[in-house]
């Protein structure tokens, strides 16, 4: 603490000499002792000042937009400088309005700069700090002593593939997961694995909303997309809408009869769904709520409540977005090829996710371990994202992973002073596929190929279809912008006209004037070339319709047609080269009361791994073909096995029983299926403390 008054007295002069509007002595002059005091005193007050009414204008602020309170953060810092120089003790000091705002964001930059050096420097003192944070914890905490059991915490890096993660290691972009999995350091001897790797194959539908679902509550069913439509509602359902993740984490309770994966003493963070958690922060099915008990996006606050995590972040935010568009100006004077739009809001979305929400997420994380919560799930976004329009082998995705894996050592050096043992699972809800998109190879949309299909006009400029990454709704959420502004239209404009929605590769075709799946016969007997067309075309890799004689019917290239039923590994049919599982994945889906009336999957090249995205993506996720249905499971070898060797873990489901037993091998408190914690509701009860997490020294050279 003296060292950081020390370096943000220095400041203050350094300041005071550079910018004319501010000043540290009377008109007459001072002496330079006089200055000097004048300085101590003004950074004295001013951090007495911050740390005791800052946190109070931030509750005060809680129903100010997350992203707009950011945008206070200078002028709140500012007007608490011209405060500190009033009332003190010297009697001298003052300065413009404007240049209070930037003395205050430099002052509050240089303490968080200082802070974190010195406890990166100085590992006895960083030790000490998460000692007292910790003990502090303790004391408030409510209710009898935890259980003596280790905690765990899973860490979702969405979009990580399996892949992504094995080359990352291999070429050191991530050294702590590396180490972890006995690869030594360059330079150092060997070292003792402490993880163990394990792929595990997604459903058909390879998105988050289909294995967070899962994996958090248990099922997936009936969640055949990204977003479908459903006739009997006459809606488009998506999955990372507010409105859309609480139905569907409804339904999911509502199945399986039980709360969720978290519903005894945990805690979600950053998540589509709540997975039973009493904690939430910033979990979208949420937050669509108004009023006192919405607590959504209570770790916004409860980060920001703290002016120099306020500052540091803003700060990195800023150089993100700067990053982002100089990355993407050298992507198109290279004519980088495949390449897609990166402009408008898009760095300012990007920034978001990789800096903001991270940061939120991460302290959000080290306030539950200090808290002794047993079980904490967290989703990073940051990969996915810029996975989606840089592509998911690029130098900025891997620049991204490196900073993932700061991340995650900053988080098992704190569990290290945490109340209890905990141990760390690294998972992911799908990888990416690169490749183009099907606009930019052909020159058209699914949508206008399927209107050709029918016979129905074909626009003559290309719409394109807009990606619906996970973030962009984060956004929305945090900006509290009603979910029904700016997005697409819901209900289809001409009632006889297909509704065409694209997920990552794969696409749904419904037809909102018949109320039921429609059928092959049915299909053909209204638009008797459609399925022709899209299952002949070159970009196309196979169709899925319901058959009146066959059930489901798969239709590829060159006329093929192969009853469901039979196909499987050893006869995949259309399904040649989409991998081992395809077969039971596609008739899995098959089965949900919203399939769609046709399913298409882009073409996979297996060789290369590239698929077609339907949206603006090259990185893309949503079908069958390539890693995007190859993610992964990193779990401490205490812990049992995930599967038996050479046994397969299929499905997000599954990956749902086995994080449950690693609960109950933990010794946590946990409740049988089926049942739910006394005083609970349907396992979604918003109710997050709002005390500050702490502050840490996470990434400064982001800024």
């Known amino acids: ?49 911050s740390s005791l009414v800052w946190p109070l204008l931030v509750r005060a602020l809680l129903l100010v937009p997350a992203l707009v309170l950011g945008l206070l953060v200078f002028f709140l810092n500012g007007s ?45 003192a960083y030790r000490r700090r998460l ?72 459903d058909w539908s390879s998105q988050t909303g289909a294995s967070q679902l899962g994996i958090l509550h248990g099922s ?10 459903e006739k009997e509602s006459r809606e488009v359902m998506v999955c990372n809408r507010p409105s859309g993740a609480a139905e569907l984490q409804r339904r999911a309770i509502e199945r399986t009869g039980d709360g969720g994966l978290l519903t005894v003493d945990g805690a979600s963070r950053g998540n589509l769904f709540s997975g039973g958690a009493d904690q939430l922060a910033l979990v979208l099915s949420i937050a669509a709520r108004r009023g006192k008990r919405n607590r959504s996006r209570a770790g916004y606050f409860a980060y920001f409540s703290d002016p120099a995590n306020a500052v540091r972040t803003a700060l990195s935010f800023a150089a993100d977005v700067l990053r982002e568009i100089a990355q993407s100006t050298r992507a198109r004077l290279r004519e980088q090829r495949p390449r897609v739009k990166r402009g408008g809001l898009y760095p300012f979305i990007r920034a978001f996710a990789t800096v ?32 989606h329009h840089s592509g998911p082998h690029s130098q900025d995705a891997d620049k991204i992973l490196e900073r993932l ?21 690294l998972l992911s809800d799908h990888g990416q596929s690169p490749g183009e998109t099907f606009l930019g190879r052909y020159g058209l949309t699914l949508g206008n190929l399927v209107r050709a299909g029918c016979g129905l006009p074909v626009p003559r400029g290309a719409e394109r279809t807009h990606s619906g990454a996970e973030a962009r709704s984060a956004v929305r959420a945090a900006l509290r912008i ?47 070339a459609l399925l022709s067309t899209l299952a002949n075309h070159p970009g196309i890799g196979f169709v899925l319709v319901r058959s009146e004689a066959h059930g489901g019917l798969v239709l590829g290239a060159h006329g093929a047609e192969v009853p469901l039923d039979e196909l499987s590994d050893d006869h995949p049919g259309p399904l040649a080269g989409f991998g081992p599982g395809a077969a039971d994945a596609v008739r899995r889906t098959h089965g949900f009361p919203h399939t ?46 995930p599967v038996e060797e050479k046994e397969d873990l299929v499905g997000a489901e599954h990956v749902h029983r086995v994080l449950r037993r690693w609960l109950r091998e933990a010794d946590g408190p946990q409740i049988p299926v089926g049942a739910q914690a006394p005083g609970k509701g349907a396992g979604n009860r918003a109710t997050d403390p709002d005390e500050p997490a702490p502050a840490h020294p996470q990434d400064p050279a982001d800024a």
Not at 21 to 43: H, K, M, P, Y
Not at 220 to 229: G, L
Not at 613 to 630: D, K, M, N, V, Y
Request: hydrophobic share 45%.
């Open 405 to 425: 894996d700061r991340s995650i050592a900053l988080i098992a050096q704190v569990a290290e002073h945490a109340p209890r043992d905990y141990r760390i699972v």
């Open 220 to 229: 997936n069913h009936d969640v055949p997309a990204f977003r479908w439509y």
């Open 482 to 528: 009603p979910e029904g502004e700016g997005v697409e239209r819901h209900r289809p404009d001409r009632g006889s006209e297909p509704v065409v929605l694209a997920s990552g590769n794969l696409g749904l075709v419904s037809f909102p004037d018949v109320p039921h799946r429609m059928s092959r016969e049915e299909i053909d007997a209204r638009h008797p």
């Open 596 to 641: 769609a009336d046709i399913m298409v999957n882009s073409w996979y090249d297996p060789e290369e791994g590239e698929v077609l995205a339907f949206e603006e993506q090259i990185g893309s996720h949503g079908g069958l073909g390539g890693c995007q249905s190859r993610p992964f499971l990193l779990s401490p070898l205490a812990l049992s096995a």
């Open 80 to 124: 608490l400088l011209l405060l500190a120089l009033r009332i003190n003790p010297s009697g001298q000091g003052e300065a413009a309005p404007e240049t209070a705002v930037v003395v205050a964001a430099v002052m509050s930059a240089v303490a968080s700069a200082t802070g974190g050096a010195l406890a990166v420097r100085d590992d006895d």
């Open 131 to 202: 000692y007292r944070l910790a003990d502090r914890r303790r004391r408030h905490a409510d209710g009898p002593p935890g259980p003596v059991g280790p905690g765990t915490v899973f860490l979702q890096l969405d979009g990580v593939g399996h892949d992504v993660l094995e080359a990352a290691t291999a070429k050191g972009l991530m050294p702590t997961v590396a180490a972890w999995l006995g690869a030594p350091a360059p330079g150092t001897g060997p070292v003792r694995a402490t993880h163990r790797l394990t792929p595990w194959r997604t």
């Open 1 to 49: 603490m003296l060292a950081v008054w020390a370096v943000s007295t220095l400041t203050m002069l350094v300041l005071a000499g550079l910018l004319p509007d501010f000043r540290l002595q009377s008109s007459t002059g001072e002496s330079a002792t006089q200055i000097a005091v004048t300085a101590a005193l003004g950074a004295g007050v001013f951090g007495l000042l």
């Open 356 to 387: 903001v929400e991270r940061d939120v997420v991460v302290a959000a994380v080290i306030g539950d371990m200090f808290a002794g919560r047993a079980a904490i799930y967290a989703d990073l976004v940051a990969y996915d994202e810029v996975a």
